[in-house]
């Protein structure tokens, strides 16, 4: 599977915005599914993750009440939906996805790989 996020841009403290991932190559629901990011100097981390079927959803922390994720087999895409967003949300957000036999949780082991995308906040 091909995955290709968009959606980032720069926006100011407090504002939205919304990632979107669109896969290709093989059913979507074939995969769960996540975010995560990776800031300046910073390793990547963990943002959230959603099964295949977005019955289950998982958030780091500092992302929840915050962030959404969500997804559309029908479209295959998943998306991840930011309010309130801080400054140091500043980082290139990854979409990626696991093949759905394998555990939703083991975040260290997500197989397939979007280019990312580049979110901004300015304070």
């Known amino acids: 599977v091909q995955l290709q996020a968009s959606g980032g841009g720069l926006v100011q403290a407090g504002d939205s915005l919304r990632l979107s991932c669109a896969a290709s190559?093989?059913?979507?629901?074939?995969?769960?599914s996540g975010w995560f990011r990776q800031a300046p100097g910073k390793e990547r981390e963990f943002v959230a993750v959603?099964?295949?079927?977005?019955?289950?959803?998982y958030y780091a922390d500092p992302m929840k009440g915050r962030f959404t994720i969500s997804r559309d087999n029908a479209k295959n895409t998943v998306y991840l939906q930011m309010n309130s967003l801080k400054p140091e949300d500043t980082a290139i957000y990854y979409c990626?996805?696991?093949?759905?036999?394998?555990?939703?949780?083991?975040?260290?082991?997500?197989?397939?790989w979007g280019q990312g995308t580049l979110v901004t906040v300015s304070s």
């Open positions: 190559g093989r059913p979507f629901s074939l995969y769960h």
């Open positions: 990626a996805a696991r093949a759905r036999s394998r555990s939703l949780m083991d975040l260290n082991l997500y197989e397939y």
């Open positions: 959603i099964s295949w079927t977005g019955g289950t959803t």
